[in-house]
């Protein structure tokens, strides 16, 4: 259609284009979630229904975004991948993020009443999230973000279960847990537990100890010996066209995502589902866990 | 809490501050809003419960982030302006974008059933926004990509209103109605609906033809002589403090948001609303509008 | 000329295009001149031949890039600005700073010998310099960052003058001296010069005291009452073609540049030249001063 | 020294770290040395003493700045790349460009008269050089930047030898000569030169159809299997302290730097010279070819 004279505004747009041939990241976070948290009654350390809320917003916007090859959740946060060889957009930074942001947020608004039937959203205390996007050079460095988050989940979970076992079931008050806690290693919260409360640790729900990881659901491979992953560049890769990206995503709408709760730090996750890092299809599945 | 020896991922987010003192504008857009019109059969050429929804959600934005000082909507699409000396989030453009666009979805999936009672949202279709942030140096530059959006408001809905008279009225196929408004001019098409279909352009409601602008509703001033605004600097301005900003954001908040349908390109809104442009609170108002 | 299978590696190159419309500064500073100077032997606290040579390298870079309309240098520090309509390079940011750093020092190292000739140049110790380039979003913030590097030469030079004077005249030795002045007011400084060493400050040299400005030699204007320099957009400026950009070049090149060491701080520099925040040509001059 | 209130205008300057773990590519360009060339009578197709003045002069930059790990020049151009775990300037992108650009140029001024000494420089026309970093985000693609860097020389080689010896021996107009090249293959010009002018082009010196590739020179190490480059993260590599980077650039200052004309495409070049993309100092050296 026609234009205007005052149409060279459109000059002050700038380019956000992330570097070719990286991870891109996008995290998002819950805004105010601790205030929001107490507001609807969340239930403490951990409200299973708000973490399987997450998840199954995390799982909406797998299935919308069909480039995304994995996402990670703990708490009232999620971490999106792109794979190196990711065009969508033409990897531009606030698009990427801001589809993510505001897909995940439909869903989460949407699917509310699901989780919390009794708990009916307040206009003046909506839920919000915000987000960024962050590259990662190259599959090591890609892992190392991915292993940061899970051990921050652990960290942060048997802190929780701990404080929050001393101030509901032992009666104290949260200054003084908190005071008590501070300086304390993790062999000092896992005592407090099994003496105080008869609590093993180790048998709390894997998905308050591990997170919440997503992927497309391929045949498992078996465990291989040669675990080097090869840097590449998108000459040896042949950059798919953009028919070949829309054939690909297709495919991809395809295979179910799995929601787990399991190590993502050892290899052997990563070995077992090659296509996650290699960013190549897998082997259509014989079986499946927990579909979404 | 505790560190782990994966910390180092976060070296790898880069600093995204916009430049200080200049506007900032956070432009949305519905994503393939085109599709989901006809699948939620939104009316054509313009649905006045889609756009009350849109401006609905806009509403919950600017009362959400006292920080805002203007907004516009047309069609599925919303621009959100801080002024200059805007502060929040220390500027990142990442948090300003997602914030605004996160809450801008979530109000306008959860206020969905209000303005579309018979028509329930689909999960496989749900409505999502992406946005982008754009700075603008001056205020002369600033009020010339308001006056180009309300410019596109009038140029696309005149050709709207034509095309779905002669579709819709005239019983032509969307072809053909396109090839013939092929090149035509405004006078054309006021020609084609006056003549054809007995529409007097200027009478169709001011929503459609002006858009929608939203700000705070201080009392309005007299069109002054000086209408020439300097340039500022911080120097002159006093930044704010931490502690002064959430003072008057806390004033601001009081002050009520206007939806209004008027001409922005001419001085005459801004002479009367000085407030908008020197970001400076104005007086009480004695009168309101349609108050949101 | 042909092409190969590697040239996919210039999508690596980012964009870096600078925001329109804002007042670009590029300023350079001497890498490591600290200790360049001992090696080299510059008289302290100010010499002139260093000085002289600075200078001398900006006029040449004003001369070879027309597009500048103003350079201000201390020390070993010059700051160079185009005004926001400049298009040059198409105001990217690395191609800006690179040629104003690598022609700065082509003439600064070309030169050394006129202004040092009993001081040949080491190979292992050639002076270089860095750059950045920063946006100045209006004349007023632009005017405050050129106020600010002019007291930063006062400042400097107070402190400089004073404490050389302690040590070369007054044999104590530095740490004492810088001991003395720490914590020091102006007032003390012009105390210790005037008791001590008999040196009425404001009779030193111009160039030390107020540092150099670089500007193309337009006929002086009266002091005007309309001080106010209003905010434009380029709608208004009819931005110019590359044709019209490289006749006004051409027309640039003409006009004489001048070295001075006058107050910038207050509005009668600015006021008497209007050609310098304006972006326009002013009335060729009748008279000039020490022309370079 | 005191402050002032004009300091604000430091918020400007705005942050641009480059992404850690990423190759860093610094290419400086000649500017405008088409003009240059003739006016100071660069024999055409390739003046060796400008090419001798070019290694000179980017030699100079290697031994000023350690960080560097290689060099690849051709004709009016001159690539330096910073191994991924650099901490130079904290990977400022305009420091790093900057200072490259501002030391390549001194010594290229210093040295002028060495290589030209019967054609002095002349101030209006004084060599001047642009530069820009890029990024690349492994060892692969950086490799694949260096090829596309010699594939093109070869080209551009081939291209002008044949295209003056059509010229100047075979006294064609240049513009026949450059109709008759064109969209022509390889082979045709290979043919040309033989045919015509009795030139084999493989008996063309080694400089101009490969170029200059500066390394610091280590003891070669016998071609390994082991040509898989690992992805590594700074996890693993223990990022070195400030104090370990001074002290590794001390010992990387007394490695003499070597101008080498070798194939770099080919994995031989890379595995017989490891440090280069390890970024780990090599064994010292026993011998030492052409030593700069």
């Not at 407090?192 to 008869?198: A, N």
């Not at 054939?247 to 996750?269: M, T």
Request: with cysteine; charged share 25%; hydrophobic share 35%.
């Amino acid at each position: 259609m026609a234009n205007s004279k005052y149409e060279y505004v459109k000059s002050f747009e700038q380019p956000d284009v992330l570097l070719p041939n990286t991870w891109i990241v996008v995290r998002i976070d819950g805004r105010g979630f601790h205030k929001l948290s107490d507001y609807y009654g969340f239930i403490k350390p951990n409200d299973r229904r708000a973490l399987d809320l997450m998840n199954a917003a995390a799982v909406g916007v797998m299935k919308d975004l069909p480039d995304l090859c994995i996402a990670y959740g703990i708490s009232d946060e999620y971490s999106f991948a792109f794979h190196p060889n990711c065009q969508l957009f033409e990897r531009r930074s606030a698009k990427l993020v801001t589809t993510i942001v505001s897909t995940f947020t439909a869903h989460y608004i949407y699917l509310w009443g699901t989780y919390f039937p009794d708990t009916p959203l307040q206009p003046a205390a909506l839920p919000s999230f915000d987000g960024r996007a962050v590259m990662y050079p190259n599959s090591r460095i890609f892992r190392d973000y991915m292993s940061w988050r899970q051990v921050d989940c652990h960290i942060n979970n048997l802190y929780n279960t701990t404080f929050w076992s001393m101030v509901l079931q032992g009666g104290m008050d949260r200054r003084e847990a908190e005071l008590e806690l501070k300086g304390t290693l993790s062999s000092d919260k896992n005592e407090i537990l099994f003496k105080r409360f008869g609590i093993n640790y180790n048998n709390e729900e894997e998905i308050y100890k591990k997170g919440s990881v997503l992927y497309r659901q391929y045949q498992l491979e078996e465990k291989s010996d040669s675990s080097v992953q090869e840097e590449t560049s998108p000459l040896q890769e042949d950059m798919p066209s953009k028919t070949q990206q829309e054939k690909i995503r297709k495919l991809r709408r395809k295979v179910q995502v799995v929601v787990d709760h399991v190590d993502i730090i050892k290899d052997e996750f990563w070995e077992r589902r090659p296509w996650i890092l290699s960013g190549k299809p897998g082997k259509l599945p014989t079986e499946a866990k927990e579909v979404a």
